[in-house]
């Protein structure tokens, strides 16, 4: 049975090689040269510049990620970098009783808990209770909890989640509060700057901060050494050994369809490939509304695409330098208070500048040398993707003026390195649009609400289209590469199961 598959993410790419595995004859059809969509990193001269894999969740041994990773790739070839400090933040106001005026995250939680309690006993009470829920949680495994809330009809779902019923707890405990909210606990001014900073601008839901430090703790997130190309490269050369061919320079036009039913793909140059089955692991809203001229959705699909349910994940700014300079003093990821705000092109405006220092990868630049990025949310992704799209002399000057202001301030920042610039690459949300299609330019597909245990409004199918399947990290708000991997293998299951196949997983 012939299976078409859109994108060589790394959603597509799993869905393919759980299909192969089982038995179906697929292809990849692929827009760019490389695999790994957002999961990339690119070479300028001597130097790798990387936007995804700071840290993958199930890079320990006790997670099921780690089993589903392990069936895609040999984990045990990859080296995993795991940080003592997630990120050390600046705080502007406040010093702490050390005279210092940077918070330490602290990646251990008893570290962390015993570094809060020095820094203010004042709080003892509140901070132990800000590192329990992560002690709960972190008895949890995920992937069961996604399970039953994407299978299981919401009644259903209740009774299912009865059995996570301390992780639902405090979860509804914490599911209101953010960084902003939660700081107010704390009587040390200190500390309560230190929360509200930890972010780069936008208030975030605790859970957004306490997951990710529940799983950190157990080294079980950590940064693969090579970068995100190199692991996304293992995970194509594991799915063409599985018999998989990607198309790669090939981008679809349209899914076609007769009857409602899905029959095979137009590429480019006018080219059909006939499918029985089409999955498509590309960007939802050109999946949607694009190949398959929207004509098979219903009200809550229209009300997704106006943005009336969810808000589409920020995109990024991102300015990436290779320094001929040793930078393996200072911390690998840090954000600090400017002096004066800088004003991005277009419009948003930033308190905050982060630095992120791969002095922990040998791999990513020469010794003697760093490659270093500076990155921006921002949720004006339209302005950049228009002005790239009508106003190219303009586009160019507006990345060229804020580049020199980072320059500037990086310069003060690292000890004078302005003359030690080598390489200088900067992406805009238009060059994640352009590279990977995904629509607004979006890192992560939707943004996680407040709820972010809520069942996704994008499910694998399309209403009234058969022998179709959709995955990726748009099914679930929040996005990101487990969602990719998780998506993917369920889209495959669900077609084995469909077709009366033994799902194979390795
Ligand atoms: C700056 C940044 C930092 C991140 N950090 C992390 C992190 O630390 N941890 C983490 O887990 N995740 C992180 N992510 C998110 C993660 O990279 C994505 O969620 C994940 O890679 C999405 O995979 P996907 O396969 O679902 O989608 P995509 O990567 O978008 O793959 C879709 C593929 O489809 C192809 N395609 C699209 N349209 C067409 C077409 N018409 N024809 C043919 N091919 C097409 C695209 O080229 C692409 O290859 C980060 C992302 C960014 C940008």
């Known amino acids: 049975m012939k299976i078409n598959i859109i994108g060589a993410g790394i959603s597509g790419l799993t869905a393919g090689i759980y299909l192969q595995r089982s038995g179906f004859d697929t292809e990849i059809f692929e827009k760019h040269s490389i695999p790994g969509g957002l999961c990339t990193s690119w070479k300028k001269g001597e130097y790798i510049f990387d936007s995804c894999a700071h840290w993958i969740l199930g890079s320990d041994k006790g997670s099921s990620f780690y089993k589903i990773w ?49 820094l203010a006993p004042e709080d003892t009470r509140a901070i132990r209770q800000f590192i329990k829920p992560m002690r709960i949680m972190q008895k949890f495994d995920l992937p069961p909890i996604m399970d039953d809330i994407r299978f299981f ?26 960084n902003y909210t939660y700081a107010k606990r704390f009587k040390n001014a200190f500390l309560r700057e230190s929360f509200e900073l930890l972010y780069d601008g936008d208030e975030v839901n605790m859970m957004v901060l306490t997951l990710p430090l529940s799983v950190f703790d157990k080294k079980s997130a950590g940064y ?64 949607v509304f694009n190949a398959l001229d929207g004509q098979f959705v219903n009200k809550e699909m229209m009300d997704l695409r106006n943005l009336k349910l969810n808000e589409v994940f920020f995109s990024v700014m ?78 160019r000057a507006a990345k060229d003026e804020l580049t020199q202001q980072i320059i500037g301030i990086l310069d003060q920042k690292l000890g004078g390195i302005k003359d030690l610039i080598e390489e200088i690459d900067v992406a805009t949300p238009a060059t994640f649009l352009r590279y990977t299609n995904n629509w607004k330019g979006s890192t992560q597909g939707w943004l996680n609400g407040k709820n972010i245990l809520e069942k996704s409004p994008v499910g694998f199918h399309l209403p009234g ?42």
């Open 318 to 395: 991102q300015f990436s330098f290779g320094i001929d300079k040793d930078l393996s003093e200072y911390p690998h990821f840090f954000r600090f208070p400017l002096d004066n705000e800088l004003v991005s092109p277009d419009g948003t405006v930033y308190n905050r500048f982060e630095i992120h220092i791969y002095n922990y990868d040998p791999t990513v630049a020469p010794k003697g040398k760093t490659s270093v990025t500076v990155s921006f949310y921002t949720k004006k992704a339209d302005f950049w993707i228009d002005i790239r799209k009508n106003n190219r002399p303009g586009y």
């Open 153 to 178: 009809p919401s009644v259903l779902r209740g009774i299912k989640m009865m059995r996570y019923l301390e992780f639902v707890y405090w979860f509804m405990k914490l599911k209101n509060k953010t």
């Open 465 to 506: 289209l058969k022998n179709f399947y959709y995955s990726s990290h748009w099914n679930q708000p929040g996005g990101g590469l487990p969602i990719a991997i998780k998506t993917g293998r369920d889209v495959a299951k669900e077609i084995c199961k469909a077709h009366k196949v033994k799902f194979l997983s390795v």
């Open 70 to 118: 392990n069936e895609l790739l040999d984990m045990e070839n990859i080296e995993f970098y795991n940080h003592d400090i997630r990120v050390e933040v600046g705080v502007k106001d406040n010093i702490n009783k050390y005279g210092s005026k940077i918070f330490k995250l602290y990646t251990n939680l008893t570290r962390l808990e015993k570094y809060m309690i020095d």
């Open 224 to 287: 693969p050494i090579g970068g995100s190309m190199a692991y996304a490269k293992k995970i194509e050369e594991t799915y063409t050994a599985a018999g998989g061919n990607v198309h790669y320079n090939t981008p679809v036009k349209k899914i076609l369809t007769e009857d409602g039913v899905a029959t095979g793909l137009l590429v480019r140059n006018q080219v059909t490939h006939l499918s029985d089955i089409t999955v498509s692991a590309a960007d939802w809203n050109f999946t």
